[in-house]
């Protein structure tokens, strides 16, 4: 290795990785990490729950310190310390003390950079009072904030760190209102899906106002778009982050596509001897081959160990990012990988997509919970595109089951093939991943020709007869409007009089009604199934009016 002077700015996540794996592979280099805060290798996505109590203690949050990692690596750690600038001609940082206003110079022979992404404020009168949560001190401010009792907190952004924080504070006893310009929470989850993560949080407690902006902050107030004033004696702002490219700017470093710093697949920027990681930088992502803004945790971690590696000379694969991500709220889980149904739209990109609501485990065995889980797949050749899962236990395996399928080039429907654990106590014999097989098949192969929730009023207009093959209970107790009740069991008794067709078909999550749809096939009428049944579109249905009433039942 001809490297020896390695600085690495940042100590966070894709920074630190970098650094520690560089020290196992090469005892003799010098490595110095510069970061800005008072804290090195934290546990930045725990922050929320710091804030909320489930975390006690700031102390936890803290992996290693400036002086663990000397005495276990040897690597120097300046804390409280910037970068304030970069000469790549003659390969020297200058950095300044916060706590003095010194400045000196490092040389080095390899940089990585890895500042990270700072949060949007955007130019709202009062915004200065807004709360942040990136760092283990905006952490301990807000804990402060918390501890004082406010009679009222508004989060602003439904992302991520904005559902993390409105749990935390509504745990906190804390009356809280998240407040979404967007049409939904989560957006990376279609809206049929994301529903129900709303529904949740209005279940707990929390007020919800989406497709609404905040126009200004007062003293104790959020002022909405449409007039309204929403009571916020506490306000955290999580509206998103952007790429920190000051200090790749400062270099002539190149800038991608998404303004974030532009990196080939081993992570070199325009720099040969300047690399970049984490949020701040463009990933390549999985899906479309194109650049990308991905900032997870696991991604900058994995990122920093391929630095390291190729900085000693190692070969290093390229990793594409499926994005995959998952968040708790309150007693469910959402979980997602790959492109949502959106983004594909969005690129023109053909698709086709089938919704399963199944059970964590056999129902039989005490303590099955439900989940929605939608996958998205090619119409031709059935390559896994994306999929989102929302429900309670069980939800973050079926993910990364799927996204392990999709990193190995499996197709849908075979997924179907895939032999995963089971026991009564774990999954069913038919695991919820192995269900998303075979329904991606029979759309495939034609067995099945499904319809999504959207399209069925456009169907009845144009003639088509709805039939709800459920029970007359079931039937009784809620139903898609304007349709018959035949309870598949009778259906062979009671065809002759339904008419001719075609049929729209639907049950309670689809699986009766592609029992009926085949039947009504081999009869030779038209019919169709409606993908996923009753529930989807009741779920699509809330989504597009805002009325969550049934989803609350």
């Known amino acids: 290795m001809s490297a020896k002077r390695i600085v690495i700015v940042g100590g966070v996540a894709g920074g630190m990785s970098t650094a520690t794996r560089m ?13 800005r805060s008072g804290h090195v290798s934290y546990a930045n996505c725990g922050l929320p729950y710091f804030v909320g109590g489930v975390i006690e203690g700031e102390e936890k949050l803290l992996l290693q310190t400036p002086q663990s990692l000397y005495g276990r690596f040897r690597i120097e750690v300046k804390v409280d310390t910037e970068v304030v600038g970069i000469d790549p001609v003659v390969h020297h940082v200058t950095v300044r003390s916060m706590a003095d206003g010194s400045e000196w110079k490092i040389a080095y022979d390899k940089l990585v950079l890895s500042p990270g992404a700072l949060p949007v404020r955007p130019p709202i009168p009062g915004f200065d009072r807004v709360r942040v949560l990136r760092t283990v001190e905006d952490a301990a401010l807000l804990y402060s904030d918390v501890s004082a009792r406010p009679a009222s907190a508004v989060v602003i952004g439904a992302g991520f760190v904005g559902l993390e924080t409105a749990e935390n504070l509504a745990h906190a006893g804390i009356p809280t209102t998240l407040v979404e310009a967007a049409p939904q929470v989560l ?32 003293a104790n107030t959020v002022l909405l778009a449409d007039g309204r004033a929403i009571p916020g004696e506490l306000v955290v702002g ?6 920190d490219t000051r200090l790749a700017e400062m270099a002539g470093l190149a800038i991608g596509p998404n303004k974030g710093i532009a990196v080939n697949e081993v992570n070199q920027t325009s720099d040969v001897d300047i690399y970049a990681v984490g949020d701040a930088v463009e990933k390549i992502d999985s899906v479309s081959g194109a650049s990308s803004l991905i900032a997870l945790a696991n991604v900058a971690n994995r990122a920093g160990r391929r630095v390291a590696d190729h900085i000693a000379g190692l070969d290093v694969r390229p990793a594409p990012s499926l994005g995959t991500a998952i968040v708790k709220v309150f007693g469910l889980t959402a979980a997602m990988t790959g492109w949502n149904e959106r983004r594909l739209k ?42 989102q899962a929302v429900g309670g236990t069980g939800v973050d395996k079926r ?13 849908a429907p075979e997924l179907a093939d895939l032999e995963l654990a089971y026991a009564p ?7 919820p991943v192995n269900m998303l097989g075979y329904m ?16 069925v009023e456009t169907l009845i207009a144009q003639g088509w007869t709805l039939v709800d093959v459920r029970s007359a209970a079931e039937h009784r107790a809620g139903a898609i409007p304007g349709g018959i009740n035949v ?11 339904m008419g001719t067709g075609p049929f729209l078909v639907y049950c309670q999550v689809g699986q009766r009604g592609h029992t009926a749809t085949a039947l009504l096939h081999d009869l030779g009428l038209r019919a169709r199934n409606l993908d996923g049944g009753y529930k989807t579109w009741v779920a699509a249905t809330a989504a597009r009016t805002g009325n969550t009433s049934l989803l609350l039942k």
């Open 487 to 497: 309870s598949v069991d009778d259906l062979r008794d009671s065809v002759a009089g």
């Open 440 to 455: 991606s098949e029979n759309v495939l192969s034609g067995e099945c020709d499904v319809v999504q929730a959207d399209e």
């Open 187 to 218: 957006t990376p989850l279609d809206a049929e899906l994301a529903v129900l993560v709303r529904a949740e949080l209005e279940r707990q407690g929390v007020r919800v106002e989406t497709g609404v902006a905040v126009t200004e902050v007062t």
């Open 399 to 411: 993910i990364d089951v799927i996204a392990t399928a999709m990193t190995a080039g499996i197709k």
């Open 238 to 243: 999580s509206i998103g982050v952007r790429p």
């Open 23 to 35: 020290r196992r592979l090469d005892e003799s280099a010098e490595i110095t990490v510069i970061e």
């Open 346 to 387: 969005a690129a023109k990109r053909p698709y086709r997509c089938v919704h399963s609501h199944p059970m964590s485990h056999a129902t039989y065995y005490p303590g099955a919970e439900p989940m929605a889980v939608k996958l998205l797949f090619d119409p031709v050749d059935g390559t896994i595109l994306g999929a």
């Open 425 to 431: 106590p774990f999954s069913s014999a038919k695991d």
